[in-house]
């Protein structure tokens, strides 16, 4: 048999190993850190959280008198929007026309306290209709937010189902 000789290995080449093996680590943990600052700065920004919530959640908020109030997404995805009002000031109809065909229906709700009974049908293509009729609602003499007959106008969300 013969003896293999077992080469030497020198202090200074294991701490250079070593220093180049801590300083790949420093350099992964820097980057990971600068990573996830600038992720979390994306995220917590006011501007990138409209965009996510109008993609996932696109809605309108709109008055008996077609005034858009706030828009979340939803405009870009309606064609029209029209409130039809009886003679005392109360919506009762909401026709809504959306760019692209969808089976489910936009979901109508109430902006302010007034409680609706709501019915919504799919009419031609792209378009809804719904049957609005104020359940409860109250006037500026009971404190609660001004019909459309004393100046105000009635609030509503439309949201559009993805």
Do not use: C
């Amino acid at each position: 048999m013969q003896h293999m000789e077992v080469p030497e290995i020198k202090l200074g080449t294991i701490l250079r190993v070593i220093g180049i093996l801590a300083s790949v680590f420093a350099v992964i943990y820097v980057v990971d850190a600068y990573v996830d600052r600038k992720i979390d700065r994306a995220i917590a920004s006011p501007a990138y959280l409209k965009q996510v919530a109008a993609q996932v959640r696109p809605s309108v908020i709109f008055t008996s008198a077609e005034r858009i109030v706030a828009d979340m997404g939803g405009l870009a995805r309606i064609d029209s929007l029209r409130v039809v009002t009886a003679d005392d000031g109360l919506p009762e109809r909401v026709i809504v026309v959306t760019k692209e065909w969808n089976g489910l229906a936009p979901i109508l709700t109430s902006g302010d306290e007034t409680i609706y009974e709501i019915h919504e049908r799919q009419e031609a293509g792209n378009r809804w209709e719904y049957d609005v009729r104020a359940i409860m609602y109250q006037s500026v003499d009971s404190g609660g937010p001004p019909t459309r007959s004393e100046g105000g106008e009635f609030l509503f969300r439309l949201e559009l189902v993805p």
